[in-house]
């Protein structure tokens, strides 16, 4: 079966609109990750004045340990995302007052 509802079915022409969604707003949540990981990265590391077609030597260090911590950050962010969800019972957006 396919991520989007086709194969093996009985209704085998139609989508599954459920799948679509699920995986357009999963494009969403990674292209904004990318264009904040890109932003911010770019600010720190890059001088506002090019003077050269390619990164430099230090530039090209700095992105790599931006993108290294912007991704460590990331991730525990999400676990601890998924800590405080599962102890609140499990709720979607578990988080109360």
């Known amino acids: ?9 009985p209704n085998a022409g139609a989508i599954n609109q459920e799948r679509v969604d699920m995986a357009t707003q ?20 890059i001088s506002p004045r090019y003077a050269e077609g390619d990164l430099n030597k230090g530039e090209s260090v700095c992105i790599d340990r ?3 911590k ?14 405080v969800g599962a102890a609140a019972g499990g709720n979607p957006g578990g988080f109360s007052l």
């Open 26 to 45: 999963e494009l969403d949540m990674i292209t904004d990750i990318f264009n904040r990981l890109v932003s911010s990265c770019h600010a720190k590391c």
């Open 66 to 68: 931006c993108v290294a």
């Open 70 to 83: 912007f991704f460590e950050v990331n991730k525990k962010v999400g676990e601890k995302m998924q800590a």
């Open 1 to 9: 079966m396919s991520f989007l509802g086709r194969g093996s079915t």
